[in-house]
C-alpha cells in the first residue's frame, strides 16, 4: 500500500457504503408503499404542507446575497436607485 496515494487520505462518503444503500433502498420503498397506500391522506394534507413551507424557507435561507441595501460592495448606497 503506498501512503503517498490520495485516494487513502479520503474518507469514503457513506453513499458508498452497502449497509447504508440498503438502509436507503429500504426507507425508499417503505415511503413508495406508504404514499401509495395512503396517497388520500398525504393530498388532504398538501395545502398545509405548503403553508408551512413559506415560513420555513423564510428561516433557512438567511439573509446574504441580497445587495442593493447598502453593503460594503456599493459603498453609495446607489445600487437599485434609478
Same mark, same amino acid.
Given at each position: 500500500?503506498?501512503?503517498?496515494?490520495?485516494?487513502?487520505?479520503?474518507?469514503?462518503?457513506?453513499?458508498?457504503?452497502?449497509?447504508?444503500?440498503?438502509?436507503?433502498?429500504?426507507?425508499?420503498?417503505?415511503?413508495?408503499?406508504?404514499?401509495?397506500?395512503?396517497? /388520500?391522506?398525504?393530498?388532504?394534507?398538501?395545502?398545509?404542507?405548503?403553508?408551512?413551507?413559506?415560513?420555513?424557507?423564510?428561516?433557512?435561507?438567511?439573509?446574504?446575497?441580497?445587495?442593493?441595501? /447598502?453593503?460594503?460592495?456599493?459603498?453609495?448606497?446607489?445600487? /437599485?436607485?434609478h
Open positions: 500500500m503506498n501512503s503517498n496515494d490520495p485516494a487513502d487520505d479520503r474518507c469514503p462518503t457513506p453513499w458508498r457504503r452497502p449497509l447504508t444503500l440498503a438502509w436507503a433502498a429500504t426507507v425508499v420503498i417503505a415511503v413508495f408503499y406508504l404514499l401509495r397506500e395512503h396517497w /388520500g391522506h398525504v393530498l388532504g394534507w398538501w395545502p398545509y404542507l405548503l403553508l408551512m413551507l413559506c415560513p420555513l424557507m423564510h428561516l433557512f435561507h438567511g439573509h446574504g446575497g441580497h445587495g442593493g441595501h /447598502g453593503s460594503k460592495h456599493d459603498p453609495d448606497g446607489k445600487h /437599485g436607485k
